[in-house]
């Protein structure tokens, strides 16, 4: 017997569906391929029992701004969102770093002469943030509620988004702090695309933080899977499905799954036209993963970068912008950039009582890189905390190609689901005015690969369920999704 409504995959979008179909009284399953819920929220222990591993993000700056996670309030949930005192670092070499600070006045003092060019920077930002958020994460098929936010988005992008980026600050620090959060866009830099990342989640990490919850990424997953459970939704684990046709007798089904699943289980149900279009989406450079179990605290060159949550390895601006563009054309060479996490900085639990704990990298590669990247992330953090390697207990690496093996929607190891290019952005899976709606009746999408992209911001899934609620069941008034709401 099928279910009323069926979610295909269990990630933040998927769940996040799952919840709001369910919140409007219709009766929900979601089936999830792996033998765990979670996609991209997994916490599990790889090499003992006491130290918890986030298996794929690690780190949510969108769990407390988007507007799916504000009504849904984590917090009021139970799950504490911690912030550390520096929302990221980027080091250089010679013992120097830019510190972006929670703190938008301490992070301008550290900057110095280039401290008025940051404040001029996010000030505005700030002070529009929600706007920005919402405009961003948004389908961004109608006009933003504060009209002064893709403006300020604009006049970024102009600035920063293109080869005027290189004359921004007069100083290296507060030049390599933007690029590498613009590099969360994974491809060529500088672009309109890269900015608009570095924009979102540069003002976020002086609003919010950059917040990582206590015990590990699994409990946003579990607070999502206990609300829909509360509201009659059900789970099954282990259900791979293989053939859309599965799931006739539902009067809704939505995938949160990308193009290439999608073909896999539709392909010869949907019209030419449109599985052409699926089959031109592009990819963009991929991750390859370690996780190392150390026995004390990174030991960063810089001693106040070991109070950031995220680390950014990746040098000067130039270098920055020279080997992301170089790994989106394909080219392997040079050191990579590496992103750091080192959650015990803001969550001391994540500490066994012997003094072990997690640190999570990963590298950015050409897509499909078939490269073991433990050596890689490991030298690369060595340069700039120099004893790292001793410190080194054990260690799982997973290269770019392995990733997709692990979750078939990262082709290539594309964590961000597609390239985040300025076209695929608004355009993505295929140029459509509702981008979650496919060909086939009842159907629709809410992976990562429809707008607004790559995140853990759950506005995929609410966006698409929206659609759905109008299309198949008449509903236009989106459910209610506080805490006790009914």
Partial sequence: ?????????????????????????????????????????????????????????????????????????????????????????????????????????????????????????????????????????????????????????????????????????????????????????????????????????????????????????????????????AHGGSLRTGARLDDLRELRGARAVLLDLGPKEFLRVAGPLLPAGYRRSLGRYRYGPGAAKVDFLVNGPVPWAEPLVGRAGTVHLGGTQREVFRQESLVARGRPGGAPFVLVVDPAAADPGRVAADGHRPVWAYAHVPNGDRRDPAELVTARIEQYAPGFAATVVDRRSVSAAALEAYNPNYVGGDIAAGAVTFRQALLRPTPAWDPYRTPLKGVYLCSASTPPGPGVHGMAGYLAARSALRREFGVRTAPRLAPGAC
Wanted: aromatic letters at 4%; charged letters at 20%; proline letters at 7%.
């Fill in 1 to 229: 017997m099928v279910a009323e409504v069926v979610v295909v995959g269990s990630g933040p979008n998927g769940l996040a569906a799952a919840v709001t179909l369910a919140r409007a009284g219709l009766e929900v399953e979601v089936r999830e391929a792996a033998e765990d819920l979670g996609g991209g929220l997994r916490t599990k222990p790889l090499f003992r029992p006491d130290v918890l591993h986030d298996i794929c993000a690690a780190v949510h700056p969108m769990a407390t701004a988007s507007g799916f996670f504000r009504e849904f309030d984590l917090a009021a949930r139970g799950v504490e969102l911690l912030r550390p005192e520096i929302s990221y670092a980027h080091p250089l070499d010679g013992g120097r770093a830019g510190l972006a600070y929670r703190s938008l006045d301490a992070t301008c003092e550290r900057l110095g002469p280039d401290g008025p060019r940051w404040r001029a920077l996010m000030e505005p930002l700030l002070r529009h943030s929600q706007g920005l958020v919402d405009f961003m994460l948004s389908g961004q098929r109608t006009l933003p509620a504060d009209l002064a936010a893709p403006f300020l988005l604009a006049k970024g992008l102009l600035t920063h988004g293109t080869p005027l980026a290189a004359r921004q600050f007069a100083g290296p620090e507060a030049a390599a702090l933007l690029a590498g959060v613009a590099a969360h866009v994974v491809g060529r830099m500088p672009t309109p695309s890269a900015a608009s990342v570095a924009l979102m989640l540069g003002h976020l990490a002086h609003a919010g933080g950059w917040p990582v919850p206590r015990g590990g990424s699994v409990r946003i997953a579990e607070a999502l899977a206990e609300d829909l459970t």
